[in-house]
């Protein structure tokens, strides 16, 4: 789900609203909106779901950690392939592997990869399993609510937009970190 249209537009809100590190993310307020950078983060699972003929959805659960705690991140639609190096139209293709009425996985179950998979299926498991990229992404979240843990007081991003980080983006995020110190 893209929230802004225009580079002019992200430019205004980048410059508007400070950065946070998502560790950190605990202390904003419910369904308030904010950008950090997305480092150090493990790829809990991903599901692509094809239930209609022309209807592809991909989601992706990430769990990011550093010295300031841990933070559980959900992640939907295309840029989901910006965790393994695609861009949008490159995830596309690989979400074509998902035929119609079908649901591709990984790490969704705890006992991995069965033998009773279909050939799309393991090729998705492998795919992800050996594609997975550590490049320093921007991420533009709300904290919500972990409905998946009893524990509320945990931070819950929904993760609205994944972009490339730029040095002019890195910039404003380090600056902003120093002056808050």
């Known amino acids: 789900m893209k929230i802004h249209k225009s580079e002019e537009e992200y430019k205004i809100f980048f410059?508007?609203?400070?950065?946070?590190?998502l560790t950190e993310s605990r202390y904003l307020k419910l369904n308030t909106q904010s950008w950090?950078?997305?480092?150090?983060?493990?790829?809990?699972?991903?599901?692509?779901?094809?239930?209609?003929p022309n209807n592809v959805s991909s989601t992706a659960i990430l769990k990011v950690g550093d010295e300031s705690g841990q933070v559980t991140c959900f992640v939907k639609g295309r840029t989901v392939g910006l965790l393994?190096?695609?861009?949008?139209?490159?995830?596309?293709?690989?979400e074509e592997m998902c035929d119609c009425g079908q649901q591709l996985f990984y790490r969704y179950f705890k006992d991995g990869l069965s033998k009773n998979f279909n050939c799309e299926q393991k090729h998705f498991?492998?795919?992800?399993?050996?594609?997975?990229?550590?490049?320093?992404?921007?991420?533009?979240?709300?904290?919500?609510n972990n409905t998946r843990n009893k524990d509320k007081h945990n931070a819950f991003l929904n993760i609205t937009e994944i972009r490339k980080g730029n040095t002019y983006l890195l910039?404003?995020?380090f600056n902003h970190l120093k002056t808050s110190l």
Do not use: H
Not at 84 to 94: A, I, N, Y
């Open 15 to 21: 410059e508007s609203i400070s950065p946070i590190k």
């Open 84 to 94: 393994f190096g695609l861009t949008e139209t490159e995830w596309s293709d690989v």
């Open 125 to 144: 498991y492998n795919f992800c399993l050996s594609n997975q990229k550590e490049d320093m992404l921007i991420a533009l979240f709300y904290r919500t």
């Open 171 to 173: 910039d404003i995020y």
């Open 36 to 52: 950090g950078v997305l480092t150090d983060y493990f790829i809990e699972c991903v599901k692509i779901n094809r239930f209609k």
